[in-house]
């Protein structure tokens, strides 16, 4: 992977998403028969957890794809707010997920069933190559983010790794089938746990979107930017700094002050360096624009 494509959030969301696609698909076909030959609901409704990935790596191509469209007339910042929708509609989507699990799971209690124990061996080592192949997933998805920024991506990421984490839970199922008991009890809780981690990350990822789709400030961001331009040669005051958040991007607003004595070229000049030190600092490909007003320094200001 280039440095340049990884760096770019709709290149890094197609890469994840075309890779999450092909693991995802291996991930639910095997979960899914070993969840059919030993009756385990837990390992059912992980299985079709691993296909909804897919659901939401589509997303992913389509969210990024609508999202990487260049700026027009009645969208002057672009379209990554996009990229934002997407990654609330995924989060929602966990939400949702987590809900059936449990319905589903308190049914099948209710209604009376038991675990087949002649696969349980095979199913335990099923289920752990499977969570270390979507944990493997959750890193490169993470890794992608970290360079890039793209929401998406770690919004997939989480999914991955929730996954993962749920596919290790349901291993206690299959020890309990073959000690002779509770097994039932056991892929009731399993799928209990199951559900709430789904519904936490879930809600990380609805309340991080929402947040950004409001133009929240991100005060660590405006800390950095804060901090940075005051280090540039020329800059006396830095105030009024706004940092929003689209797609993974993001544009900046400022005010500087300057010594009075410069001239407009070289009040200019210290803006650029500004400009370009930001950039630098958020990280390349990560900040489309700097807007900055320059002001003179005066005792009043």
């Keep these: 992977m280039s440095r340049d494509s990884s760096a770019n959030p709709r290149e890094a969301e197609v890469r994840e998403a075309l890779v999450a696609i092909g693991v995802n698909t ?65 989060g929602l989507g966990l939400v949702g997920l987590a809900a059936y699990i449990v319905f589903e799971a308190v049914t099948r209690f209710v209604a009376g069933y038991t675990i087949v124990s002649a696969y349980a061996e095979v199913a ?37 790794r929730v996954d993962a984490l749920t596919g290790l839970a349901v291993i206690p199922v299959f020890i309990a089938s073959l000690l002779g008991k509770w097994s039932a009890l056991t892929d009731l809780a399993a799928s209990a746990l199951i559900s709430a981690l789904l519904a936490k990350e879930g809600f990380e990822i609805v309340k991080d979107a929402t947040l950004d789709l409001m133009d929240t400030s991100r005060k660590e961001l405006v800390r950095l930017v804060e901090r940075v331009a005051l280090n540039v040669d020329g800059v006396e005051e830095v105030h009024d700094v706004r940092v929003r958040s689209y797609g993974g991007t993001y544009y900046v607003d400022m005010k500087i002050h300057v010594n009075p004595n410069l001239s407009v070229e070289e009040a200019h000049r210290v803006a650029e360096q500004v400009e370009e030190t930001i950039k630098k600092a958020l990280g390349p490909g990560r900040v489309v624009e700097v807007l900055i007003h320059y002001e003179p320094t005066t005792p009043h200001n």
């Design 124 to 160: 335990i080592a099923v289920v752990t190559a499977t969570s270390l192949a979507k944990e493997g997933l959750a890193r490169y998805a993470l890794r992608l983010h970290n360079v890039s920024g793209s929401p998406l991506c770690r919004a997939d990421a989480w999914h991955h």
């Design 26 to 90: 291996a991930v639910w076909l095997a979960r899914l028969v070993m969840g059919l030959m030993t009756g385990s609901m837990a390992l059912i409704a992980d299985a079709w957890h691993a296909l909804s990935d897919n659901i939401t790596s589509a997303a992913v191509l389509i969210g990024s794809k609508v999202a990487s469209k260049p700026p027009d007339e009645s969208h002057p910042y672009g379209h990554g707010r996009f990229a934002d929708v997407v990654s609330l509609v995924i």
